[in-house]
């Protein structure tokens, strides 16, 4: 009977081992399909956080130095209207300067033609009624102007001379305020387009941020079923993988030492029977 339960016994651990054997074979083959998973989810997780921050940086770093180029478009447009004010202001100035000084000096010569035509016209006048006029009277007095072109001559040329000063004034302040026109233009056109610049690469920096966090919630949740499938592989070793004797080794042993048992068994039967 003591060979009869220890055949018994033997089986029974047989199937116990059996059905252990599937059951680690199921639990390690689930448990390494999910370390394989969530390993190659770490990684690509760590992978596009790194992209994430990489490309976050680099929007970081294009919205600062567009936001200083906008700034420094503001100063400069700034500083192009007060010069601009300014030279206008001084233009203006100078071409009303120069149409008064037009105006006194014409005014000067039609004071002085008159004054020199009826000087001429009283001495040809005083020739005809004193025939035997003294030595003096010999020829008509006309002024001063026959010397060096005279004053009326004179006269004429600084007229010239600020009528020119306005003409090249005016020429020089259209010219200045097409410049500073054409220079606003597009000052204000490269501005429009780096504020669009900047409002896209925020939105898409905060679209970033949001995409960043998520990711690294769901790499710490990752992480966590990682470290619980390499924690439950650990457990799952000294039954199943580290057990010293291999499976297939165990069954065999136990077959010979229930086939040995059984024969012995078979013996002693024989003999009760003799």
Aim: aromatic share 4%; hydrophobic share 35%.
């Amino acid at each position: 009977k003591m060979i009869k339960d220890l055949i018994v016994r033997l089986m029974e651990e047989a199937n116990d081992e059996t059905e252990h054997k599937g059951w680690c074979d199921a639990e390690l083959s689930t448990n390494e399909q999910t370390r394989k998973e969530k390993t190659e989810s770490v990684e690509t997780l760590h992978a596009e956080i790194d992209q994430l921050e990489a490309s976050s940086a680099k929007l970081a770093e294009e919205i600062t130095e567009l936001t200083k180029s906008v700034t420094e478009l503001d100063a400069a447009m700034a500083e192009a209207t007060k010069l601009r004010s300014e030279e206008k202001e001084k233009n203006e100035q100078t071409i009303t300067d120069a149409q008064e000084a037009q105006t006194a000096v014409s005014q000067a010569l039609t004071v002085l033609s008159d004054f020199y035509e009826k000087a001429g016209g009283a001495t040809a006048l005083l020739q005809q009624q004193q025939p035997e006029a003294p030595e003096i009277f010999d020829k008509p007095y006309q002024g001063m102007q026959a010397e060096n072109g005279g004053v009326i001559g004179m006269l004429e040329v600084i007229e010239s001379d600020f009528a020119r000063l306005e003409s090249d004034t005016k020429s020089s302040e259209a010219s200045a305020q097409k410049e500073y026109d054409t220079f606003m233009t597009d000052s204000k056109v490269d501005k429009e387009s780096k504020t669009k610049d900047i409002e896209h690469k925020t939105a898409k920096k905060q679209d970033e941020s949001q995409a960043l966090t998520v990711k690294k919630g769901d790499l710490e949740a990752t992480q966590k079923e990682l470290d619980a499938a390499l924690s439950y592989f650990d457990k799952l070793k000294p039954s199943c993988v580290d057990a010293g004797v291999s499976y297939e080794d165990r069954v065999a042993r136990r077959k010979e030492e229930i086939e040995s048992l059984q024969e012995a068994l078979r013996i002693l039967n024989g003999e009760d029977l003799a």
